[in-house]
């Protein structure tokens, strides 16, 4: 079978790696892929959002079966695209991604079918936006309805602060049309873990927990990234506490989006805070997520083909995923600067060396070939992920690994896992 994954980060890598494990892929291509992606497969220099590019490509090769990384190109269509065109892909359509598109939409989904959430209002003019953040009398959350790269989201501690959140999205237009619409939420706290899972309009099948670091600096300080190490799975989350999130959050999602007349199919993968109430949605993505693919794919002991295509096909209540009992982490090393703006085009070295480990897996971010070495090309650069018997195991791994990469500027967190370390400790 021929497989096209759309797609150039760590995610990506992961899931290529993941496939070309499968013994019915025969041929993958990668568009636009990277250095790493390139070990697996042909990468084509296609971008991710290019739609009509990627339908040639497709015409081109013509794949058995696309498979979508990144949300972009779902909420710009690429699955009704291909669809129309009698293409077989895995992804949700551009209406059913809106649940990560537009924070309104998965809002009001969610209310509509008790799924626990913040409690909040949607708003289009900022002076009642201003009044109902005001109705919190302390910290509250500012969201931009739309895509804003992850950037969309301000924790406000006072009314003053969310007055400026909010006219910093609807009046300055900060995140342009993304911010024309807001939701305002409660502020909650606990951990926040993240769940996976495929879902074929049907039925669900969850992968295991995992959690990402989304601050750059160690102890969850400095800014927001797209994700600095994950790891999986997560201690907190017991087998109780997932018994309660697919029983309030998984099968409601699926009973709602049958009763809405949404075909959903593909991967969904709510962000939960594990309040003191239990667990609350604190958004839906439409896709994987990037870090976390790279751990949960070091797990997996299924086919991922198989699993992609009982998705596309509906037959997923017939198909079981199978994962290792042993524990992964995954840290990201990135360019001097990020999340800030960094250079490109250091060489990497090492890559081999790390390699060498047992259990250890280097999934490449943002690197590309250039004059016969390998170079950075991105913020997040790579995904050093190892396996371990348990999570001090394959951290200790994944940190040997990193020891033995360099190039110019490179920074990663040295604390990925210090929430689980920190709950095992005072257990
Ligand atoms: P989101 O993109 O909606 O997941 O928000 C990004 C980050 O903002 C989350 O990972 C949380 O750390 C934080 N956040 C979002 N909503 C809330 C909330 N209601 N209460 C506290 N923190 C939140
Ligand atoms: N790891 C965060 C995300 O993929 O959205």
């Known amino acids: 079978m021929k497989v096209l994954v759309i797609g150039g980060g760590g995610r990506e890598h992961a899931l290529a790696w993941k496939l070309a494990q499968s013994p019915r892929v025969t041929k993958l291509y990668a568009a636009p892929g990277n250095a790493g992606i390139a070990q697996v497969a042909e990468c084509r220099p296609v971008g991710a959002e290019d739609l009509p590019g990627l339908h040639a490509l497709a015409q081109e090769v013509k794949p058995d079966l696309t498979v979508v990384g990144p949300d972009n190109p779902l909420a710009m269509g690429v699955v009704d695209l291909f669809q129309k065109h009698g293409l077989r892909i895995f992804g949700p359509s551009a209406s059913a991604a809106r649940f990560e598109s537009s924070k309104i939409f998965a809002k009001q989904f969610m209310a509509r079918h008790g799924i626990p959430t913040a409690r909040f209002g949607q708003f289009s003019d900022s002076r009642s936006a201003e009044a109902f953040a005001r109705s919190f009398g302390g910290p509250c ?206 060489v990497i070295r090492g890559l081999d060396d790390a390699a060498k480990l047992d259990g250890v897996q280097v999934f490449h971010a943002g690197t590309k070939r250039q004059d016969g070495a390998i170079v950075t090309s991105g913020g997040r650069v790579l995904g050093v992920t190892a396996l371990g018997r348990d999570l001090k195991a394959a951290r200790e791994r994944a940190y040997e690994a990193v020891a033995r990469i360099q190039f110019d500027g490179a920074h990663c967190r040295k604390d990925i896992g210090w929430r689980a370390f920190r709950f095992m400790e005072n257990k």
């Open 141 to 346: 959350v500012v969201k931009a309805d739309g895509l804003a790269l992850g950037k969309g989201v301000l924790v406000c501690q006072t009314p003053t602060e969310a007055a400026q959140a909010i006219r910093l999205m609807m009046e300055q237009k900060a995140f342009g049309a993304a911010g024309e619409r807001v939701v305002i939420e409660e502020f909650m706290t606990g951990d926040e873990i993240s769940i996976h899972a495929l879902v074929d309009g049907r039925s669900f099948r969850a992968f295991p927990s995992s959690q990402d670091h989304k601050r750059v600096g160690d102890g969850d300080t400095g800014p927001n990234t797209g994700g600095m190490g994950t790891i999986s799975p997560v201690p907190q989350a017991t087998a109780e506490l997932l018994q309660t999130v697919e029983r309030q959050i998984l099968e409601p999602f699926v009973r709602g989006c049958q009763a809405d007349g949404i075909e959903y199919r593909g991967l969904i993968y709510p962000g939960l805070m594990l309040t003191p109430d239990g667990p609350r949605v604190l958004e839906f993505n439409a896709r994987f997520g990037d870090p976390e693919t790279q751990v949960l794919m070091m797990r997996m002991e299924s086919d991922l083909l198989e699993a992609v295509e009982a998705v596309v096909d509906g037959r997923l209540a017939d198909t079981a995923l199978r994962f290792r009992s042993e524990a992964a982490v995954c840290v990201v090393m990135a360019s001097g600067g990020y999340p800030g703006d960094y250079p490109k085009g250091k």
